[in-house]
């Protein structure tokens, strides 16, 4: 189990039972690791002694190759899988953290495993039925419902702990920012006119990014590859790492970059948008799909002209 040459922080057999034993003070002779694939900054292992299976998370050791938004986070995921124990909700059940770097030469977290499969997967396969998703798709509205109904005093954004924002057009502006000086520093394939124009359709809408009413707990990436199915159910929701106090609209089913909000999941979420809740989704979608174009070049993962044709979408629907 060597390193793929990507950031990903992939360990040994022997290391990975070394870590497991120390936690679980369990023998590690008998179990089984799999690399799981997915995601696109941490390694993944699933580990099964024969009674339980658990998950191993583990964090890169260089995050050059991440977005600043996406650096030092760690240890809020593991914060946030001990909140949705706490409400009881269908996440991972955090069993350890370590970011003390001594075992291990980056923080990890064992979680424990849901059995599911993944939603996007299913969908592509055709295995659920349009009611199922339908279903599904409500439940996530539901779910997210949850997650947004827990209020706080101030924008809160993991990879600047510190940093305070006076209202939610200063908290979006400083995640395009940041994301920009990504772009630019990693060579992505845009000219600098695309990014000007960005940031003054941003300016542009201030007022609509300013008319959030509350600061919500939001699950900004509660996309359908973090979302796990079992008999036509959700059966869990993993990634807990890109979870902000915010607008509760950064909720990532409201901006789904297919530029659609599903009608299951907003009346799961027992919503009905009005006119700057329309305007913030299409700024939130052009942040995701630019998102991903940077994530891509960082990870040297290729050039997608979709993504560039999404972004030019998305920003040609805001100055209409």
Known sequence: MSNSGSS????????????????????????????????????????????????LKIAPVDETKMISADRGIFWWEAKMLEKMENMKF???????FDDTCTICNSPYIFMTYIDGKNFLGEKEKGT??????????????VLSKKITSIKGEN???????TKVFKDNYEFVLNMFSLLIDDAKTCGVDLPEVVYSNIMNLIHSKSESLKNVKDISLTHTDIWDGNVLV??????????????????EILTFYFHTIDGITSEHFLSGYNKELNYDEKIRIEIYRMYVILKMI??????????????????DNRMRKLIK
Do not use: T
Not at 90 to 96: G, M, N, S, T, Y
């Open 8 to 55: 990903k922080n992939y360990q040994s057999e022997s290391k990975i039972k070394e870590m497991y034993e120390f936690h679980f003070k369990k023998d590690s002779s008998n179990i089984s690791i799999v690399k799981l694939s997915g995601g696109l900054k941490n390694a993944v292992y699933l580990l099964d002694d024969g009674e339980e299976k658990i998950v």
């Open 90 to 96: 269908p996440a991972p059940r955090l069993l350890a």
């Open 128 to 141: 659920l039925s349009a009611e199922e998703i339908s279903n599904i798709e409500y439940e996530l509205g």
């Open 155 to 161: 924008f809160f954004f993991p990879s600047q702990p």
């Open 230 to 247: 079992k008999d036509g159910k959700v059966a869990g929701i993993v990634d807990f790492s890109d979870l902000y106090f915010c607008d």
């Open 294 to 311: 940077v994530d891509c070049k960082l990870k040297e993962y290729g050039r997608f002209d979709w993504m560039y044709q999404n972004l």
